[in-house]
Nanobody, 115 residues
Framework: QVRLVESGGGLAQAGGSLRLSCAASGVNFKIAAMGWYRQAPGKQRELVAGISAGGITNYTDSVKGRFAISRDWAKNMVFLQMNSLKPEDTAVYYC?????????WGQGTQVTVSS
């Protein structure tokens, strides 16, 4: 059973930083691609950043240069460092992996950026 547990959300001012963490269990972390998605009120869930099993990263255009995704293979954890936060980054952020032929999601963590 895949389990993803996020932490690190909260309230930040515009221009500030937050770091999200995701602890993964029930997967072979060495081969699992991981990602961070977000969903703002009234909007569809969107991919923010992804990292392959080999460490190759990709980002949605709106966060390039501000966010950085990384992973710790020894601890089975994925991180999202968010800098230069903007009010439009406000959303619930979800950790994700496609494993056992299905999407697996964490419970989500709220990020709120005030102007």
């Amino acid at each position: 059973q895949v389990r993803l547990v996020e932490s690190g959300g909260g309230l930040a001012q515009a221009g500030g930083s937050l770091r999200l963490s995701c602890a993964a269990s029930g997967v072979n972390f060495k081969i699992a691609a991981m990602g961070w998605y977000r969903q703002a009120p009234g909007k569809q869930r969107e991919l923010v950043a992804g990292i392959s099993a080999g460490g190759i990263t990709n980002y949605t255009d709106s966060v390039k240069g501000r966010f950085a995704i990384s992973r710790d293979w020894a601890k089975n954890m994925v991180f999202l460092q968010m800098n230069s936060l903007k009010p439009e980054d406000t959303a619930v952020y979800y950790c994700h992996t496609y494993y056992y032929a299905r999407n697996n999601w964490g419970q989500g963590t709220q990020v709120t950026v005030s102007s």
